[in-house]
């Protein structure tokens, strides 16, 4: 059956499939701080949701819900070859990896900064400083290239999303922003994710992580999610921010790594 979207990724690396989901706005290039590493051990893809990044959109009329994107991911991983992998998603990406597993479509997860457990009013907030975000990503190109050349345009550009934007190079920094500023799925996912909680039981090895300094989903929603899921893993990450790929990628490959190897006896 032909994909919603046929889903650009990165894959490379062999052994057992590892899926990695970036969030709203964002691209595949999100993971390449950790990809290399996890390449070693695993067959990594790291996907362009549809809409986002180079991904298509999907066809005219289809929702941007979480069965679609769920369904859209099921259609890719058979094009790829794969069955249950492990997944790991931040934020967007993170809500769909657990969308996943209460599926019964991947082997284990590793969330980061998941959406889906709000407490009040923190919706709003995310959706406002994301809109923010989206609304300085429609400055003109020129405006886009000179900030990201300076230190100081960087760390504006990335202060919201990272706790260390200064560690991204003009081309992370323009290729993000230009990413923002194209996505075309961007409202619809805003629109549907701002009543959007998780609560779904999830029976495969789970690791939950969260940046005390997240600025677009507060670390206190990390309370939410070890009240829900009691069971699975909870993590915090001292310091890291909302998308802690740069922040703690050290960190972010030994949990990956441990929620494989937790998940190993249950993979069929």
């Given amino acids: 059956m032909t994909p919603l979207s046929r889903l650009v990724h990165d ?38 949701l549809a809409g986002f990044g180079e991904s298509p959109p999907y066809p005219r009329g289809v929702p941007y819900d979480m069965d679609n994107a769920c369904h859209n991911l099921e259609q890719n991983f058979a094009e790829w070859g794969i069955e249950r992998p492990h997944v790991v998603g931040n934020s967007l990406g993170g ?20 959406a889906g457990f709000f407490r009040r009013f923190d919706a709003v907030r995310a959706l406002v400083l994301l809109g923010l975000l989206r609304l300085t990503s429609k400055a003109p190109d020129r405006v886009l290239r000179t900030l990201a050349r300076s230190s100081f345009g960087r760390r504006l550009i990335g202060c919201t999303l990272y706790s260390h934007p200064g560690r991204h190079d003009f081309d992370t920094t323009y290729g993000d922003a230009l990413a923002l500023k194209r996505c075309t ?62 922040d703690a990628s050290e960190d972010i490959i030994e949990l990956i790594d441990a929620t494989v190897v937790r998940a190993r006896p249950h993979v069929r």
């Fill in 11 to 48: 894959r490379k690396g062999a052994g057992e499939p590892l899926v990695l989901i970036h969030g709203i706005g964002h691209r595949r290039q999100a993971w390449y701080p950790v990809f290399e590493r996890l390449s070693e051990r695993y067959d990594v893809i790291a996907v362009d």
């Fill in 95 to 114: 809500a769909i990896a657990l969308e996943l597993a209460s599926r019964g479509l991947v082997s284990s997860v590793t969330a980061l900064s998941p």
């Fill in 185 to 246: 799925a961007f409202e619809d996912v805003a629109r549907r994710g701002i009543r959007y909680q998780f609560d779904q039981p999830v029976s495969v090895p789970t690791t939950v992580a969260w940046g005390t300094r997240d600025l677009i989903l507060p670390f206190g929603q990390a309370a939410v999610a070890r009240a829900r899921f009691p069971d699975a893993t909870h993590v915090t990450l001292d310091g890291a921010g909302h998308v802690p790929m740069v």
